[in-house]
């Protein structure tokens, strides 16, 4: 089972690219799915992009379409977020967080959760 989840943030300007990177302990991670969610301040966690446990499968929310990119590598145990063209409405805490079931961590139902990274993006 996945039994820690962590992962990095950062200070960005607008218009410029991040990358976090989300670390998990546990023999089994390469059976999980998982995903990375956001949430502002003021406003719900929601989930930003998703990805199957072999990779052929990814979700991204239209807000981030086409900017944001998930991999993950399960030799490693890691799982990352490639986030380019910054936008300010982008800044929040991020987590990744892990499940069994594709399903359960696009509708954010996930077993495992990181402690969240803060993005900030200045203007």
């Known amino acids: 089972q996945v039994q820690r989840l962590e992962s990095g943030g950062g200070l960005v300007q607008a218009g410029g690219s991040l990358r976090l990177a989300c670390t998990a302990s546990g023999r089994t991670f390469s059976s999980y799915a998982m995903g990375w969610f956001r949430q502002a301040p003021g406003k719900q966690r929601e989930v930003v992009t998703a990805?199957?446990?072999?990779?052929?499968?990814?979700w991204y929310a239209n807000s981030v379409k086409g900017r944001f990119t998930i991999s993950r590598d399960n030799a490693k145990n890691m799982v990352y977020l490639q986030m380019n063209s910054l936008k300010s409405e982008d800044a929040a805490v991020y987590y990744c967080a892990a499940d069994r079931q594709y399903a359960s961590v696009l509708y954010g139902r996930c077993d495992y959760w990181g402690q969240g990274t803060q993005v900030t993006v200045s203007s």
């Open positions: 990805i199957y446990w072999n990779n052929d499968n990814t």
